[in-house]
């Protein structure tokens, strides 16, 4: 118990660090391929995924260019497709990577999640845990989304999420 706590805060205090840093530290920018850093990620959650008999459906544009940070990109990515394989309550999680009229990227993740009370002012604040029963084999230590909040506010992206019929999806738009 007193291991398995240890390494709970020791990821907390990393992702706190890693929260302060965005605002302050200089992010290299290079041209980088969204869809192959997208695909990377993905595939670094799937033995996730297989433990929680999930089945990741992708649909991903080939040859997305961007010019941007591939670690705030990489840390985007990883945070949201690890939020979706640990509250997904369903069998599928859906990703999708597509051009946008404005000439970026739109990006989108949805998975089935049953909390109706789950608050979509709150997801955004650190430590907001939206898992009910604070299963902490289950929730994370609420501050992914707060970690992909200040990428995109860094970056200059756009984020929004929201949930209809038992799903909860998160779009980014890279411009």
Known sequence: TIVEQN???S?????????SRIGQKE????EL??????????????RFLQ?????????????AKITGSSELIRTLFTNLLSNAVKYASGPDIELELSGNVGG??????SNEFQNEDLD???IWEPFYVGEPSR???LSGTGLGLSIVREIVGQCGYQVRCWQKDGKLTVEVEFQ
């Not at 929680?52 to 080939?62: G, H, I, P, Q, Y």
């Open 104 to 109: 970026g990227y739109h990006f989108s993740i």
């Open 7 to 9: 390494h709970r805060m």
């Open 27 to 30: 992010y290299p920018r290079e």
């Open 135 to 137: 299963n902490k084999s």
């Open 120 to 122: 979509m002012e709150q």
């Open 33 to 46: 391929e969204l869809d192959a850093l997208l695909t990377q990620c993905a595939e670094e959650q799937e």
């Open 51 to 63: 433990e929680r008999d999930l089945v990741l459906k992708k649909s991903v544009m080939s040859h």
């Open 11 to 19: 990821e907390m205090i990393e992702q706190l660090l890693d929260l």
